[in-house]
């Protein structure tokens, strides 16, 4: 059971900074520069040259990936091009802990055929969007979402599959890897009929990156430090009975394409295919400054139809930028054996350097919320190097609490470089709230409204005693013989 888990554990790494082993560079890279051959030095997986001892702790003895499951489910086996079409989604939180600030997302792809066995591009992605946001789980809770998703009347014919994933704030995978197409939540197979053929797509056998042939079913290539310009490049092909005249956007974020403070850059390119045509679309990527990035490719027609691509390129040979992964905590309320942790990792071929995390507990009082977040109630903090592995440092609390915030941040080279804060308020977790919080807060302030009143008290009387002796004023007395 160990062995497996391990093993389980070495890909999730594997796929959550997305290495792999080939190497893309202009000339023959020596074997220093790039991913050494030992998979335990500096390599993207558990075990890598920092090992969890002491302050640092495995992330895995408290975060689980895949402990929020959604499935999915529709009334329809079939649906026509431009009908709605009913989606509901079960949403359970299989962990000890609550989980907050959830996200659910679905992919839709279009299957090119009944095989439904992987292939190293995986299906065609026609639509990625948000069914629910904002969800918060009970420990072994499970809520229903429902939404309509209106098919486009322009899709093609075939088979199709609706597939989930469960991040938190946008940021922190529990189930799914929305930059893969291949690493995925529970999944509704369906098919789309339509009188009208064909489609227009991007073409991913003809993906290329720095000019080698990518695939978007695989772990992410490594593109050298000295290379400054990585140019992507893939074919749309029109194989409608009419031409076909839009824009192909391409995006560049950082690490994933879920939060706008992570976009790089956009740009915009217009084509124009007559039926049953192609064209090759390209865009270049010129920063050098992070370590993970991902390039989206996204047409649509005028009818709604979509085809969305993602390139996804790891950078070696220079500085390595560390990233959080995990902002939860071990149990609600908190208080006794329940704890504050935070995971995080290197996002590259070795150890984030020069890196602090920074974790604090705040109370937050009920409605007010963080008017009063001033009030700690525990803190604790990493310094040094950050191995690629993910690993976890713990806050643990004796003040019992039920509305708190959890507030991580993330430093690197002096400079911060993220900060996330997670809110767990009674009146959105609260059942049986004991509001332990609430009195230690009314206690807290209490006690400062004493000592102001003390203070105020020791100055009064200081002023009384200074206005008794005037210096240079004549005595009302009477006067001497």
């Given at each position: 059971?160990?062995?497996?888990?391990?093993?389980?554990?070495?890909?999730?790494?594997?796929?959550?900074?997305?290495?792999?082993?080939?190497?893309?560079?202009?000339?023959?890279?020596?074997?220093?520069?790039?991913?050494?051959?030992?998979?335990?030095?500096g390599y993207i997986a558990p075990g890598s040259s920092i090992k969890p001892t002491g302050e640092l702790k495995s992330c895995f003895d408290y975060y689980q990936f895949g402990s929020v499951q959604v499935s999915i489910d529709a009334q329809l086996l079939s649906v026509a091009a431009g009908a709605p079409m009913a989606l509901t989604a079960k949403v359970k939180n299989t962990n000890a802990y609550p989980v907050v600030d959830t996200t659910v997302y679905v992919k839709i792809f279009?299957?090119?055929?009944?095989?439904?066995?992987?292939?190293?591009?995986?299906?065609?992605?026609?639509d990625f969007f948000p069914i629910a946001q904002n969800i918060t789980l009970q420990p072994g809770e499970t809520k229903q979402v429902q939404v309509i998703w209106k098919v486009p009347g322009d899709m093609e014919p075939g088979l199709y599959r609706i597939s989930t994933y469960a991040v938190q704030d946008d940021r922190f995978n529990f189930e799914g890897l929305t930059f893969t197409d291949d690493v995925t939540g529970g999944s509704y197979n369906f098919s789309i009929i339509n009188s009208q053929t064909g489609a227009v797509r991007f073409d991913k056998t003809s993906g290329m990156l720095v000019g080698k042939q990518y695939r978007f079913a695989a772990y992410a290539p490594a593109v050298s430090q000295e290379i400054h310009d990585v140019p992507i490049r893939v074919t749309v092909a029109?194989?409608?009975?009419?031409?076909?005249?839009?824009?192909?956007?391409?995006?560049?974020?950082?690490?994933?394409?879920?939060?706008?403070?992570?976009?790089?850059?956009?740009?915009?390119?217009h084509i124009s295919l007559s039926s049953n045509a192609s064209t090759t679309v390209s865009h270049v990527v010129t920063d050098t400054h992070h370590t993970v990035y991902y390039t989206t490719a996204e047409l649509t027609t005028s009818k709604g139809a979509k085809s969305i691509v993602g390139f996804r390129f790891v950078r070696f040979g220079g500085s390595y930028?560390?990233?959080?992964?995990?902002?939860?905590?071990?149990?609600?309320?908190?208080?006794?054996?329940?704890?504050?942790?935070?995971?995080?990792?290197s996002t590259g071929y070795g150890v984030a350097d020069d890196a602090r995390v920074d974790v604090s507990v705040k109370a937050l009082l009920p409605v007010?919320?963080?008017?009063?977040?001033?009030?700690p109630l525990g803190h604790t903090s990493y310094s040094g190097s950050i191995p690629g592995n993910l690993v976890a440092i713990t806050v643990p609390l004796t003040q019992r609490s039920d509305s708190f915030e959890v507030v991580a941040k993330l430093y690197q080279h002096g400079k911060l470089v993220d900060q996330v804060t997670v809110p767990y308020t009674c009146e959105a977790l609260g059942k049986n709230c004991s509001n332990t919080t609430l009195l230690f807060i009314i206690g807290s302030?209490?006690?400062?409204?004493?000592?102001?009143?003390?203070?105020?008290?020791?100055?009064?009387?200081?002023?009384?005693?200074?206005?008794?002796?005037?210096p240079h004023h004549t005595s009302l007395g009477p006067p001497t013989t």
């Open positions: 059971m160990k062995i497996a888990s391990r093993l389980f554990s070495s890909l999730l790494l594997l796929a959550l900074v997305g290495t792999f082993p080939t190497l893309v560079s202009a000339t023959t890279t020596p074997a220093h520069k790039g991913p050494p051959s030992e998979p335990t030095r279009h299957q090119q055929s009944a095989d439904l066995t992987k292939n190293v591009n995986g299906p065609d992605v026609v029109n194989t409608l009975k009419t031409s076909y005249v839009g824009d192909v956007t391409w995006k560049t974020y950082v690490w994933d394409g879920l939060r706008p403070s992570t976009l790089l850059e956009t740009s915009v390119q930028e560390a990233r959080l992964s995990s902002v939860d905590v071990t149990g609600y309320p908190l208080g006794g054996v329940n704890k504050a942790f935070v995971c995080f990792h007010i919320g963080d008017a009063f977040s001033f009030l302030v209490l006690a400062l409204l004493l000592l102001a009143f003390l203070i105020w008290r020791a100055v009064v009387a200081r002023r009384k005693a200074t206005t008794l002796t005037v």
